[in-house]
């Protein structure tokens, strides 16, 4: 992200599973030691009665925790981080209230705040630091953490902040460029274009297209950045891209409704007619805009199965009267993740080694596991656009195969 304004902000209306930011449980966890450990902890019991939304903790159990987040923040960030404590909530209710104190910390949005945050949990016992939403907030926080030897679970989606023991419970945006260009090279596709907004999220998404093409031996032809805010420019990158286009089999446009919009137009201008490719982005596509564009109608994107977001959102409107903002999947997952491993992993629940487990965890929005360098991977499907909205064409796993390393 590079606190890419696409994959952070936290709390625009939702225009699709990815729209709002970053945004990510009958069964308690098993072990980790073995298969894939479940958080799936619905219990078809009716929601306990909301607790007083003013309250610097939650729960009374032993094991405490900090919570990190923009309550008082400006803007939509107060609104992300009141509907991720709430989250957080619901999921400690669901687990049946376990041994577990949520300490929970207003970091109001900054640097500052999450520095200051983070050293008033540690000082009041936190052997694990939830937090903070934002990637200013996260190394500030995770400095203080690591200096007790404290591990930190953020949800910033920029992968810059992540590193030793500060692992990012989010979705990140190399996630998304893995596993669509990942399918579409098994589908035949060996021959890319691609055509990029010249932003923050752009690098992003760039470095980690030429790495995974490179990875599974496809060539990329051509590519061309334009301005994220359209502009002339774009006539010139798109014309470029549709001369170097006869070569390809595939292009990869890695932007938000509007901008994809903006590109197909373009594009069509330069001369490239998108139907002769297969058209290809990331978790951005999931926008009603371009489902309703006809040069985009096949394109491929990735997103996390939708049912798992549907049930929750239905347990949080029981509980609290109104809809969760994207990212409060986060926090419920990671509050799950905590309540599962206090149950079953003794002295060792939050060690490095448990919070890497290669089999990784199953959470709302599917599997996901952290990896040593702190980033994540989550087991995502791959839909294709259409007028009615995403279809799937390729499920998300239910679990990993390999080290994940």
Do not use: H
């Amino acid at each position: 992200m590079l606190r890419s304004p696409q994959a952070e902000a936290p709390a625009r209306p939702r225009r699709g599973w990815r729209g709002a930011v970053v945004a990510a449980l009958a069964a308690l966890l098993s072990a980790c030691g073995g298969g894939l450990p479940s958080i799936d902890v619905f219990n078809n019991q009716s929601p306990p009665p909301a607790a007083d939304q003013a309250s610097a903790a939650i729960g009374t159990g032993q094991i405490k925790v900090g919570l990190l987040l923009p309550l008082s923040a400006s803007g939509n960030a107060s609104l992300a981080g009141q509907s991720m404590r709430n989250a957080a909530e619901l999921a400690l209710a669901e687990f049946n209230n376990p041994n577990i104190q949520l300490l929970v910390k207003d970091d109001g949005g900054s640097a500052q705040g999450a520095q200051q945050a983070a050293q008033q949990a540690l000082d009041e016992g936190a052997e694990l630091i939830l937090g903070p939403l934002f990637a200013q907030s996260v190394t500030p926080a995770a400095q203080v953490a690591r200096s007790r030897n404290v591990p930190v679970i953020a949800f910033s989606t920029d992968s810059n902040v992540a590193g030793r023991g500060v692992y990012l419970l989010s979705f990140l945006p190399e996630s998304d460029v893995d596993r669509v260009t990942e399918y579409a090279i098994a589908q035949g596709r060996r021959s890319f274009v691609a055509l990029i907004p010249d932003n923050a999220y752009g690098s992003v998404v760039e470095a980690e297209f030429k790495q995974v093409v490179a990875r599974k031996g496809a060539r990329l032809i051509a590519l061309e950045r334009y301005p994220a805010d359209g502009g002339g420019r774009i006539a010139d990158a798109a014309r470029q891209i549709a001369q170097a286009a006869s070569r390809a089999d595939a292009i990869f446009i890695p932007d938000s409704g509007d901008g994809v919009v903006a590109a197909a137009q373009a594009l069509a201008a330069g001369g490239l007619n998108l139907k002769r490719l297969q058209a290809m982005g990331t978790g951005l596509w999931d926008d009603p805009r371009i489902f309703q564009d006809a040069a985009t109608e096949g394109g491929w994107y990735p997103a996390p199965d939708s049912a798992g977001f549907r049930a929750f959102s239905t347990r949080y409107r029981a509980k609290y009267g109104q809809d969760p903002v994207r990212t409060a999947t986060l926090a419920y997952d990671a509050v799950a993740l905590v309540a599962a491993l206090v149950k079953t992993q003794g002295t060792k629940r939050f060690a490095p080694d448990t919070l890497t487990n290669a089999s990784g965890f199953a959470g709302i929005d599917g599997v996901f596991r952290f990896r040593a360098d702190g980033t994540n991977q989550r087991g995502l499907a791959v839909l294709k656009a259409t007028p009615s909205g995403g279809q799937v064409v390729s499920p998300a796993p239910r679990s990993f195969n390999g080290s994940g390393t």
